[in-house]
C-alpha cells in the first residue's frame, strides 16, 4: 500500500517555466510534510517542508502548498533553470508505533532545458 | 558543515556473501536511520535507532539484514548472505530533537550495492 503517492512521475519545463509536481496522501496522523532533491548518485537533500497547521510555505522560488481536507500538497518551482533538474520527493512524517519516519513518494524526475 | 559519512560508497559483491555498510551521522544526532532506495523509487525505512537502542525494525528482513549501533554513535548494517534483489543505494540519514528543525532528517551520499 502507497500511503503517499506522488505525480507526475517525470516532468520536462523550460528554463524560466514554472515546475509543479503534487502529491497525495491518506494517513490523517501525519504531521510533518518534507520535499527533498536528489541529484543522480547522492543522497536526498531537504528542500523544504511544511506542517499541517500551515496552508503556504515559500522559500526562495520553492513553495509547497498544502489542503489539509483534501490530503494533497505540491511544490512549485518558479522561474525553473537547468540546475533544478533532478528527482524530487515528497514525504510524510509517520510517527505511529514510536518511530518518527518519512514515508516517500515515488519521485519526480524534473528535466529542465536551456 | 557537518554531515553523515558513509562507506564504502559502492559495492559489488555476489550472491550468498556477507557486505557491510558503516555509517556516521552528525556530531550529536542521537536518532539514526537506515534507508534502502531501489533504483527509481523512494527511500523505504529498514531501521531507526534512537541512542544505541532500535526503535523501528518492522522493514528490516531480520533473516539476512542485521544493524548496530552500539556506542549511540557510529552503525553498521550487514545483509548475509547477499540475493540478487539486495542490488539498490543503501542510505544513511540522522536527526536531532535538540536542533532547532526537529524533523529535518540529514542524509548520507548512500552505499551503492550492486549484488552479482
Known amino acids: 500500500q502507497q500511503q503517499v503517492k506522488q505525480s507526475p512521475q517525470s516532468l520536462i519545463v523550460q528554463k524560466g517555466g514554472i515546475s509543479i509536481i503534487n502529491c497525495a496522501y491518506e494517513?490523517?496522523?501525519?504531521?510533518?510534510f518534507p520535499w527533498y532533491q536528489q541529484f543522480p548518485g547522492k543522497g536526498p537533500a531537504l528542500l523544504i517542508a511544511?506542517?499541517?497547521?500551515?496552508s503556504e510555505k515559500k522559500e526562495g522560488r520553492f513553495t509547497i502548498s498544502f489542503n489539509k481536507s483534501a490530503k494533497q500538497f505540491s511544490l512549485h518551482i518558479m522561474d525553473s533553470q537547468p540546475g533544478d533538474s533532478a528527482t524530487y520527493f515528497c514525504?510524510?512524517?509517520?510517527?505511529?508505533?514510536?518511530?518518527?519516519?518519512?514515508?516517500f513518494g515515488k519521485g519526480t524526475k524534473l528535466t529542465v532545458n536551456p | 558543515e557537518a554531515e553523515v559519512a558513509q562507506s564504502p560508497r559502492y559495492k559489488i559483491t555476489e550472491k550468498s556473501q556477507a557486505v557491510a555498510f558503516w555509517c556516521d551521522p552528525i556530531?550529536?544526532?542521537?536518532?539514526l536511520y537506515w534507508y534502502r532506495q531501489i533504483l527509481g523509487q523512494g527511500p523505504e525505512l529498514l531501521v531507526q535507532f534512537q541512542d544505541e537502542s532500535v526503535v523501528d525494525d518492522s522493514q528490516l528482513p531480520k533473516d539476512r539484514f542485521s544493524a548496530e549501533r552500539l556506542k549511540g554513535v557510529d552503525s553498521t548494517l550487514k545483509i548475509q548472505p547477499a540475493e540478487l534483489g539486495d542490488s539498490a543505494m543503501y542510505l544513511c540519514?540522522?536527526?536531532?530533537?535538540?536542533?532547532?528543525?526537529?524533523?529535518?532528517?540529514?542524509f548520507g551520499p548512500g552505499t551503492r550495492l550492486t549484488v552479482l
Open positions: 494517513n490523517t496522523a501525519f504531521d510533518y
Open positions: 514525504a510524510a512524517k509517520d510517527t505511529q508505533g514510536g518511530s518518527e519516519k518519512l514515508v
Open positions: 511544511i506542517r499541517p497547521d500551515v
Open positions: 540519514a540522522s536527526s536531532s530533537r535538540t536542533s532547532g528543525a526537529l524533523d529535518t532528517q540529514y
Open positions: 556530531s550529536g544526532h542521537a536518532t
